[in-house]
């Protein structure tokens, strides 16, 4: 039993750590009374020196690094790696040096991406308990342990089970697509389609229009094993047979976090199972502990039917960002901001009007409902509706001159001596549209923003290598492959600030311009 549950602790911080790339090595020794620091790097890959203390760098090293510096001038270094396919995210090295002759280092980067992931898929486990596939399970897990008695072990075992498969699943996701072709997941036009059109089918089933299932005999065959078979082979069958019938709902919601994941870093996806299986294993692994309790638990009925009707509502708006995606990323322009908020409209006043009449939580839900129903319509003639800025189609912002092209711009710039911001920016990008409702829409900003050229650049613009070519500006020159990302520039393209990521502050935003 130890053994085990060792085996599969062991497991997960392996899944975490499998997906992480780390082209460069540092290491550095202490020489009299200077050290001497080296960056030993990979074939293949070359490292970008973003920032070496105060001073700024531009330099490409293929093999390594070296320098040398007196014990007083260790200071943090800034840089990144890229091969022929991708770059890694920006990190920070810190060096200290105690007495000249204890040479420690640290590394530190941005993992609130990451664990925002996790926090989604916290959430997305969630939802997926009371989704109409999982519900069902519940006493199908409670007769099974109440035939073996329960008991903590087993209940461990089980929880532990559930997510090493879900993350397995998630790691297996990211190997197979690899890192590179994980980057263009959010906007690849026929995986965004292929999860609009998956949307749509549930929403259509919760409608009752058909229902959905997996075929009886591989549940019906999985559950007779688990239950014929015993030890710990029967507690993993029996997650298995979880994962596999849950999936027909769990699907969409699974898909959503990996596309939202994909792009952020090499560990997102894998982040965002775990927290997607950790919150959907933890009641599974009460009622395994506890089978008992399953006798005070609420039976499908109307409520079940309710909570269908409104998750296919909800399906169906959340349909539309993949479709806007594809959309934007293509150039096909059939889906305009407009039309996407009326359909949004359509969805929530749709939940009002079939909860008004339900009990009092669905009264009250279905209050909320057109509240934020009524709150949208102003978007239809180009209000923010800042509540679904990560959504929704960008809006167009005026008082700014904006390029979609970096040469065209700079050369603007020099003509008319105006300085310039650069806006790495996404189609698929949920913090740029935030970014932009909350703060280049925010009036103080804008009146700033008239005083310079932007130049607006989507990593993932699919239209004769639109996307590909900015991307590879934002990596070799400004060494970042993460967006938004915003570059500060003179009227003769001199990086005239430290770069800046994503904030909803407009007034950090506004203390960072120059001019």
């Known amino acids: 039993m130890k053994r085990i549950l060792t085996i599969l602790v062991a497991l997960i911080p392996l899944f975490a750590a499998a997906e992480l790339v780390q ?55 800034r840089f990144n790696a890229c091969d022929d396919k991708m770059c890694t995210a920006p990190e920070v090295w810190e060096y200290t040096a105690e007495g000249v002759k204890e040479l420690t280092n640290e590394r530190v980067s941005d993992t609130r991406s990451v664990w925002l992931i996790f926090l989604l898929g916290l959430l997305g486990g969630l939802l997926a308990i009371f989704t109409p596939c999982v519900w069902p399970i519940i006493p199908m897990t409670v007769s099974f342990f109440l035939k073996k008695g329960g008991g903590l072990k087993d209940a461990i075992l089980y929880g532990l089970s559930i997510i090493v498969l879900y993350v397995g699943l998630g790691l297996l996701v990211t190997l197979l697509f690899g890192a590179s072709a994980l980057n263009d997941l959010s906007t690849n036009a026929i995986v965004n389609i292929f999860f609009f059109l998956l949307l749509v089918i549930f929403a259509l089933s919760f409608f009752g229009l058909f229902e959905i299932t997996l075929p009886d005999s591989w549940s019906t065959a999985l559950d007779n094993k688990a239950r014929s078979t015993g030890g710990f082979l029967s507690i993993l069958l029996m997650a298995f047979t979880l994962v596999i019938v849950s999936f027909s709902c769990t699907g969409p919601i699974i898909g959503t976090l990996l596309v939202e994941a994909a792009g952020k870093s090499l560990l997102a996806p894998t982040m965002g199972m775990l927290g997607f299986a950790i919150a959907l294993a933890l009641p599974f692994s009460l009622f395994a502990m506890f089978p008992e309790w399953m006798k005070s638990a609420p039976k499908s009925g109307d409520w079940m039917t309710s909570f269908k009707v409104t998750l296919a509502f909800l399906e169906l708006a959340l349909s539309l960002k993949f479709l806007s995606v594809a959309d934007m990323a293509y150039g096909w322009g059939i889906l305009p901001r407009w039309l996407f908020i009326a359909i949004w409209i359509a969805c929530f006043a749709g939940i009002g009007i079939y909860l008004i009449r339900k009990s009092w939580v669905g009264k009250t839900i279905a209050v909320a409902s057109f509240a934020f129903a009524i709150y949208l319509v102003p978007g239809l003639w180009g209000a923010p509706v800042k509540a679904i800025a990560a959504f929704a189609p960008p809006m167009e912002i005026e008082g700014r001159e904006v390029f979609n092209d970096y040469d065209e711009g700079l050369a603007y710039a020099r003509q008319t001596g105006k300085p310039v911001i650069i806006d790495f920016t996404g189609y698929g990008c949920v913090n740029c549209r935030k970014m932009e409702a909350y703060v280049l829409d925010d009036d103080s900003v804008k009146t700033r923003l008239q005083n310079y050229v932007f130049i607006e650049l989507f990593v993932d613009d699919k239209r004769d290598g639109i996307g590909d070519k900015n991307s590879k500006i934002q990596r070799e020159l400004y060494g970042a492959n993460a967006q938004p990302f915003y570059v500060q520039l003179d009227a003769y393209g001199h990086q005239v600030a430290e770069p800046i990521a994503f904030t909803t502050d407009p007034l950090e935003f506004i203390n960072w311009l120059k001019y």
Request: hydrophobic share 45%; glycine share 8%; proline share 5%.
């Open 23 to 77: 082209p460069v090595t540092w290491s550095g020794e202490a020489v009299g009374d200077s050290v001497r620091i080296k960056a030993a790097i990979e074939p293949g890959w070359h490292m970008n020196i973003i920032e070496f203390g105060e001073r700024e760098y531009d330099e490409e090293f293929a093999d390594s690094f070296v320098i040398t510096l007196a014990a007083n001038e260790l200071t943090p270094i």
